[in-house]
């Protein structure tokens, strides 16, 4: 899933190495998120969110996501 991880860990001036000790993974996992090789589980989206004081729609694309949903709504 496409995300701006990169582009914000910059802005805060966070190592990958940083980051991913603050979110308590790897930092080979947070090289795949941020590569778009592994999606993150709920947790690590909303800590990243907290982190970055960024809504999560803001932070991932969710476009290529809701593009392979089946469009039939819910009764």
């Known amino acids: 899933m496409k995300n701006r991880i990169r582009e914000l860990r910059a802005r805060h001036r966070c190592s ?3 980051l991913a000790e603050r979110l308590n993974v790897s ?3 947070l090289s795949a998120i941020e590569n778009d090789k592994y999606d993150p589980n ?3 989206a909303f800590h990243l969110s ?3 004081g960024e809504p999560v729609e803001v932070i991932f694309d969710k476009s290529e996501v809701i593009d392979t949903l089946d469009q ?4």
Not at 72 to 75: I, N, R
């Open 16 to 18: 990958q190495a940083d």
């Open 27 to 29: 930092r080979q996992t």
């Open 42 to 44: 709920l947790t690590i």
């Open 50 to 52: 907290f982190l970055f």
């Open 72 to 75: 039939t709504p819910l009764a």
